[in-house]
């Protein structure tokens, strides 16, 4: 199975900018790449997925490196609320996930 | 309101008393699936279901059983349940098992096995 590796945990200071990386190096060409984000005492919540080209939602931005080995996850202005801990995951059609240990993320205020 | 719901969500119990966590989901997805998280250890998968009668091991399906006969739900089933079973339970679904799909997932069952 393709597998994802991520920094255990980064900090950030509230409003500015968040760029959470993931390698993927064994990824497919089918493979989708998923984040999700799991606040404390909540389960898992999905941010943004993306193929090839970069996504933007109203939460996140996804940023594919061309050759799709790595992306970075940006969140614009780190508020209190995005602390929490930071999935990358890829996903094949009918596969299972495997979701890691993710990023933990602080936000500063 | 679209959510997955799991019942109980606390449960504590003793080695081998069967036992049945639920899960319902009122968005008509295809998918749905289990995890199990451990400290240190992250979301693993249990099993997962593409559609109804149709069910597929995940990275530690041992000492789990699910079924899938309506498309709404999804319980999980400890036949004899162990003190390593202990865990954080999560229910998830999407739309379909196809890549581009998230999934939404439930708020957790807390699982205690004495």
């Known amino acids: 199975d393709a597998k994802t590796t991520q920094p255990n945990s980064m900090e950030s200071n509230e409003e500015e900018p968040v760029h959470l990386p993931c390698n993927h190096s064994?990824?497919?060409?089918?493979?989708?790449i998923h984040w999700y984000r799991q606040l404390p005492s909540q389960g898992p919540e999905y941010v943004i997925h993306?193929?090839?080209s970069n996504v933007n939602n109203r939460m996140a931005s996804l940023a594919i490196a061309e050759d799709r080995k790595s992306s970075t996850l940006i969140l614009h202005r780190a508020t209190l609320r995005d602390a929490a801990v930071y999935y990358c995951?890829?996903?094949?059609?009918?596969?299972?996930?495997?979701f890691g240990t993710g990023t933990s993320l602080t936000v500063i205020p | 309101e679209a959510q997955v719901t799991q019942n109980p969500r606390y449960l504590i119990t003793v080695t081998g008393k069967k036992l049945t966590v639920t899960c319902s989901q009122n968005?008509?997805?295809?998918?749905m699936s289990w995890y199990r998280q451990d400290p240190g250890l992250g979301l693993r998968q249990i099993y997962y279901?593409?559609?109804?009668?149709?069910?597929d091991k995940g990275d530690v399906p041992e000492g789990y059983k699910v079924s899938r006969k309506e498309k709404r739900n999804f319980p999980l089933i400890l036949e004899s349940p162990s003190p390593n079973q202990t865990s954080l339970y999560f229910c998830?679904?999407?739309?379909?098992?196809?890549?581009?799909?998230?999934?939404?997932f439930g708020p957790g069952t807390r699982l205690t096995v004495l």
């Open positions: 998830a679904s999407s739309l379909s098992g196809y890549p581009y799909n998230g999934q939404f």
């Open positions: 064994t990824i497919s060409g089918t493979d989708y």
């Open positions: 993306g193929l090839t």
């Open positions: 995951i890829l996903r094949a059609t009918g596969n299972q996930f495997y």
């Open positions: 968005m008509n997805h295809e998918y």
């Open positions: 279901s593409m559609n109804v009668e149709v069910t």
